[in-house]
């Protein structure tokens, strides 16, 4: 049987912020709940892109996010966990699968306000190794390739680079390509949530013509980095 421990609160005194005292209290207390027999130590809070920065720069992986915003915060409801067994950890890996599954299949929908940022951050790589099967028809793939090579415009390709950023955001570890997080944030945005080019220029304070250019070379880099330009 899995048991665990819910953090309520953390807080550090303002002129402390950013030295590390909150890692270091969540390290202790991880530390504590092993000893003393939890299998998982956990939280639930309104999430923003540094916030959750923070959980999971100390190891958290989130789980779940609520369908609609807090009405008081005006945040989506977040919760992460952070496994102390290996048990614990296997059955995370497996919530965690489903819980970006979930997210990547909504983002066009419930979550289409989402901030990409906030989304981005929910669907960062883990450090385990995983990997999806990506499943293209001919005809996707030829018209992928056409997008990427600039002669056919996104809009004419945009079913085969979604099939292409789910099977990105899905996979883990060495099967992952790195990407800077405000340019998964921009993919999301425009590619998995649908947003328009002038609303993702909004959000990103560019052009749209070079946001254009700039979505082709990043999935360019995925094609090749999928093994799909041979």
């Not at 390290?27 to 923070?54: H, N, P, Q």
């Not at 030829?142 to 996104?154: K, S, W």
Request: hydrophobic share 45%; glycine share 8%.
């Amino acid at each position: 049987k899995l048991k665990g421990l819910r953090i309520v609160r953390i807080a550090t005194h303002p002129e402390l912020i950013g030295q590390g005292l909150g890692s270091l209290a969540l390290k202790r207390l991880w530390e504590e709940a092993a000893a003393k027999g939890f299998t998982w130590v956990g939280a639930s809070f309104g999430a923003d892109d540094k916030l959750l920065a923070f959980w999971m720069k100390n190891g958290f992986v989130p789980v779940h996010i609520s369908p609609m915003r807090n009405v008081v915060s005006g945040e989506f409801s977040v919760i992460v966990v952070k496994p102390i067994t290996n048990e614990a950890q296997s059955l995370i890996k497996e919530i965690h699968k489903e819980f970006k599954l979930r997210l990547i299949e909504a983002l066009p929908d419930t979550y289409f306000s989402l901030e990409p940022s906030v989304a981005a951050q929910l669907l960062r790589k883990q450090t385990w190794n995983y990997a999806v099967q990506l499943s293209l028809t001919p005809s996707q793939k030829g018209r992928l390739m056409q997008y990427v090579r600039g002669t056919l415009a996104y809009e004419g390709a945009c079913d085969a680079v979604k099939q292409l950023l789910k099977c990105h955001f899905m996979n883990s570890g060495a099967n992952r390509m790195d990407l800077d997080i405000e340019v998964e944030a921009k993919l999301i945005a425009r590619c998995l949530q649908a947003r328009s080019w002038r609303q993702v220029t909004q959000v990103f304070k560019g052009k749209s013509q070079g946001l254009k250019s700039e979505l082709r070379s990043y999935v360019a880099k995925l094609v090749d980095f999928y093994g799909l330009s041979g």
